[in-house]
């Protein structure tokens, strides 16, 4: 669960902490800096001058990479639709713009088979970024560090390119052949 309280600085389990660390929500920059502690089990972003903190579990951090947008910094993205009033409001089309009633219990017959907007909807989009973009990549390591200490954290340790083991290769059997430039052989496939 997300945490919104007074700020603090955690005394437990901490493997980074930054300050002077500005913090952009969707496309609202908070005026104030910050300092961000990277703890094992929590990032959280805490501001003396406004007296406030915000605490993110590592499990809700879906994606964090090194952007350059809109200036160096680390970017994250959270599997919830954050509000956090007197910082950030949340996506316009969740503060009364939208008209979630229209989607509720409607199907789209052609869509079968995918998600819809509404599984997609939850989510938030955040910026820290340090006054010196030396400490861009400290602070990702860091990062990739505590979510590995959390294994429901979608950390991805370059799975991108997996070697196929050999009983992978026999299920695949002819398919290992096949090539896609002969017309004929998809011309009785639907479209």
């Known amino acids: ?38 703890t094992e089990s929590s990032c959280i972003w805490s501001c003396e001058e406004r007296n406030s ?71 938030t989009e955040m910026w820290f970024q340090p006054r010196s973009s030396q400490n861009v990549d400290e602070i990702f390591s860091a990062m990739r560090e505590c979510q590995s200490l959390n294994p429901g954290s979608e950390v991805s340790e370059d799975e991108d390119y997996m070697e196929a083991e ?3 290769l026999q299920e695949v059997g002819e398919m290992q052949n096949l090539q896609l430039d002969d017309e004929d052989k998809f011309a009785d496939a639907e479209e």
């Not at 437990?12 to 908070?30: C, E, H, N, P």
């Open 1 to 38: 669960m997300v945490t919104i309280g007074n700020a603090f600085t955690p005394v437990d389990g901490i493997v980074y902490s930054a300050t002077d660390i500005k913090l952009k929500i969707g496309t609202d920059v908070i005026p104030s800096l910050g300092t961000l502690h990277l």
């Open 166 to 168: 050999e009983e992978d």
């Open 53 to 123: 903190s915000i605490s993110i579990p590592w499990p809700r951090v879906g994606v964090q990479a090194i952007s350059s947008t809109p200036g160096e910094g680390i970017f994250v993205m959270l599997d919830i639709d954050l509000v956090w009033p007197g910082f950030y409001q949340g996506r316009p089309e969740h503060n009364g713009n939208a008209h979630p009633e229209d989607d509720e219990g409607l199907e789209n017959e052609d869509d079968e088979g995918h998600e819809s907007d509404a599984s997609e909807a939850a989510m």
